[in-house]
Structures are given as C-alpha cells and as structure tokens.
C-alpha cells in the first residue's frame, strides 16, 4: 500500500498557453506566464492499494463516473508505468475552487495528483521534473509547482517542456487579483476542447502564436522592471487576442458572457478615472481583475456597483506545491 497527499493552488496565466503542439505529450505551442494564487487550491491524497479492483476518484466527497475519472486514470497509468507500480488507486481530492468554470481548476487539480503520486511512489521527483510529470495531466497544471510568476517553456519534447520560476524580487507581493465569478458552472467547451479546435480551424490562430511569443517578452520585462501597467496592459491585450481566434473557429464559439462584457467595460472605465486594474479572461465567463494591493479598497467600492460581495473574492500571490501528512487513521 502506497500513500501521498499534496496541496496545489491555482494558477492565472498572464500570457496564456493556447493550442497544442503535441497533444499526447501535451506539449504547447507557445510559452505562457502566470501567477500562481493563495486564493483557490487542490488538496489531494491518493492510495495506490491490492485491495482495490480499479481506479476510484472522489472529487469532493462525490465517487466520479468512469467518464469523468479517465482524465485521473490515464496520468495513474503514467506514474505507474514510471515507478513499476501494479496496483490501481483511490484517489480522494478536494477542490477549493469551482471545477470546470474557467478558474483553472484542472491547474491545481493535476499538479495536486502529480504531488500525491510523486510521494506515495517514492519518486522523488525534483520540482523541475514534478512540473514535467504534472504537464502530463493538463498543461497549466505544469506551473502550479511553483509560487509566485512563473513561466512555461515550450521547449520541443517531454523533457524540455517545464515551468520554472520568475524571479521578481518579491514585487510579486505588492499584487492582487480581483475575481468577478458570473458564473461557477462547468462550462460547455472544455480548455482542452476548445483549444483543440481552435488550432485546427480558427483562421486567427497562426497570428495568435506571433502575439503569444512577442507578448511574453513584453511581460517579462514589465516584470523585472516592476512596471505595472505595462504588465497589465500586455496582460489584457494578450487575453483579447486569445478570445478572438475562438470567433474564428468552425464552428465558431465564445467563453463570454454578457456579464463578463459589463465586467471589462466597468474595469476600462475605472482605470480612465485613474486606477489602475486590468482584467484577464481564461476558459470561461468569469473575470479576473489584476491590480495593486493598495488600490484594492477603492477598486472594490466601484465594482461592487455591480457585483456583489459573495461575487467578488481577492486572491494574492500564493506558494508552490505543499507535501501534507496522511491522515493516519484512515
Ligand atoms: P478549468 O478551467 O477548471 O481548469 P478545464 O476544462 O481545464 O477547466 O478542466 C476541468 C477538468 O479538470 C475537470 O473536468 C476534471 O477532469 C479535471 N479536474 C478538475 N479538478 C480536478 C481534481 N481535483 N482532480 C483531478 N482532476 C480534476
Ligand atoms: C485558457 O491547462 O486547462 O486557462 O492542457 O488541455 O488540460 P489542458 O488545458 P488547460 O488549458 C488552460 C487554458 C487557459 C490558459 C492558461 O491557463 O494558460
Ligand atoms: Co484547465
């Protein structure tokens, strides 16, 4: 019997990773960076068990269906194959996030098994290596091991596709990310769908790689100059062009809203009154506001003009992957 428990937290990419090269490897077409978060994370344990006849996956408390568990099998296939291992698994995970709503839940959720794998199956994994293994799972789930801003390589095969950290001096602290949930459903066109046929019909898409990669420069230096508004506004600009080759797609399709227009026409309109927040928006509805930690007060009192309190939770740089103890007497 084999056991590991992780803790993940989400991450929010500022430049996003947007089509595959590779889908079996899950290797991007473009780099990404992101932020990782404090505010919503994965915990979760598994057992690798004679006992069990095959794999089981609770997401909170709920036993999964056999389709919605082949996601967490194929990665246990992955990590059994690598540590020799014959026996299927429980896996037993708890989301502090919403799943499937666009709020990177597949992030935390992966890289959190990646982390209950790697101890249970004594691999020892270096964080470097944990990332490529968590990449496997769901790509965004590759930066969820570090804190703070990190970025994901592309690189060109299973050994040269990670995430690693950015290093800002701790200018990362003096941040925050306002969330507006509109909607906390699982949406209709999953990430990996919607990208999928992005990449295979949108018209848009080669032009969104050119963006993706002269973008991520721009962020890079907004970051080590600790230039704000220059990281937000490559930030939004980068997010609006993701969402445009998806118009473009056959069939074509949107993650928007009505709400989620109101939500970036009020956060245009707050920084014309001299506040300076920018929005970001991933596989769904719901927006992401990135601002400073000292305009959060007055940012808040406009928003909540149209979104109410329970709609709007402040998240702030979070940590890395975090190994937690089993609970012994289970
Ligand atoms: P999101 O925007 O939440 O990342 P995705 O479409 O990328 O949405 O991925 C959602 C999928 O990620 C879920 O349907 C499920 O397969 C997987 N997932 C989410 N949370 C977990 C978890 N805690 N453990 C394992 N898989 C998870
Ligand atoms: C829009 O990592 O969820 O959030 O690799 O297929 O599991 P799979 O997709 P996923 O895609 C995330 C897409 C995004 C942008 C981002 O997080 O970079
Ligand atoms: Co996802």
Not at 49 to 55: I, L, N
Request: charged residues 20%; proline residues 4%.
């Amino acid at each position: 019997m084999f056991k590991g428990k992780a803790r993940a937290y989400t991450n929010i990419a500022l430049i996003k990773y947007w089509g595959k090269e590779n889908q079996a490897l899950i290797l991007p077409k473009n780099n990404s960076l992101s932020l990782t978060l404090d505010g919503f994370y994965t915990e979760t344990e598994v057992l690798f068990t004679e006992e069990a006849t095959k794999d089981c996956f609770y997401l909170d408390g709920v036993k999964q269906s056999e389709q919605a568990t082949k996601k967490v099998t194929t990665f246990l296939n992955l990590v059994r194959e690598r540590a020799n291992c014959p026996f299927f698994a429980v896996v037993r995970s708890h989301n502090h996030v919403p799943t499937a709503a666009g709020l990177a839940s597949s992030a935390s959720g992966l890289a959190a098994l990646a982390g209950a794998c790697n101890q249970a199956l004594g691999l020892n994994l270096a964080p470097k290596e944990l990332s490529k293994l968590a990449r496997r799972g769901s790509g965004s789930a590759c930066r969820s091991i570090f804190g703070g801003f990190v970025e994901w390589d592309r690189g060109d095969s299973d050994e040269t596709s990670y995430a690693l950290p950015i290093d800002a001096q701790g200018w990362e602290q003096e941040l925050a990310m306002i969330f507006l949930l509109i909607n906390d459903q699982p949406k209709d066109v999953s990430s990996r769908e919607g990208m999928q046929r992005t990449v295979e019909t949108s018209a848009f898409y080669p032009q969104w790689v050119k963006e993706a990669q002269a973008d991520l420069h721009i962020a890079k230096e907004a970051i080590q100059h600790h230039d704000f508004q220059k990281l937000g506004t490559v930030m939004e600009a980068n997010a609006l062009k993701m969402h445009a080759t998806t118009l473009a797609a056959v069939p074509p399709f949107t993650y928007w809203s009505p709400d989620s227009l109101r939500a970036m026409n009020l956060v245009r309109s707050i920084r014309q009154a001299g506040l300076f927040c920018y929005f970001t928006m991933d596989a769904g509805p719901n927006v992401k506001v990135l601002c400073q930690k000292k305009d959060i007060a007055a940012i808040f009192e406009v928003l909540s003009s149209t979104f109410s309190d329970q709609q709007m939770v402040v998240a702030y740089a979070g940590p890395g992957i975090e190994l937690l103890e089993m609970d012994v007497t289970k």
